[in-house]
Nanobody
Framework: QVQLVESGGGLVQAGGSLRLSCAAS????????MGWFRQAQGKEREFVAA????????YYADFVKGRFTISRDNAKNTVSLQMNSLKPEDTAVYYC??????????????????WGQGTQVTVSS
């Protein structure tokens, strides 16, 4: 049974940093794409970043390029999202997701079959 558990959310001032982690268990994720999505109140879920586990190839939404970094730790089976220079508009629930490596569009949430419960990130101005 696949489980994804996010941690690291919280309240931070604008300009600050947070590091989200996603602990993955239940199978070997070397053939998976791991993604981070977020959903602000009243808005659609949107793509933030993704990484192809085996290739270490990364993808980012334009609005986080240069500020967020996604990475994976093989030994710990975790995927992290380092978020710097946070803005109030980054406030949202952040979700970790896993999908098979054959995903053709890593930005589309419907390609991901497994989701974590989400972690709240709040950025105050």
């Amino acid at each position: 049974q696949v489980q994804l558990v996010e941690s690291g959310g919280g309240l931070v001032q604008a300009g600050g940093s947070l590091r989200l982690s996603c602990a993955a268990s239940g199978r070997t994720f070397s053939s998976y794409v791991m993604g981070w999505f977020r959903q602000a109140q009243g808005k659609e879920r949107e793509f933030v970043a993704a990484i192809r586990w085996s290739e270490d190839k990364t993808y980012y939404a334009d609005f986080v390029k240069g500020r967020f970094t996604i990475s994976r730790d093989n030994a710990k089976n975790t995927v992290s999202l380092q978020m710097n220079s946070l803005k109030p508009e980054d406030t949202a629930v952040y979700y970790c997701a896993a999908g098979h490596y054959t995903i053709v569009d890593v930005t589309a949430p419907n390609y991901y079959g497994y989701w974590g419960q989400g972690t709240q990130v709040t950025v105050s101005s």
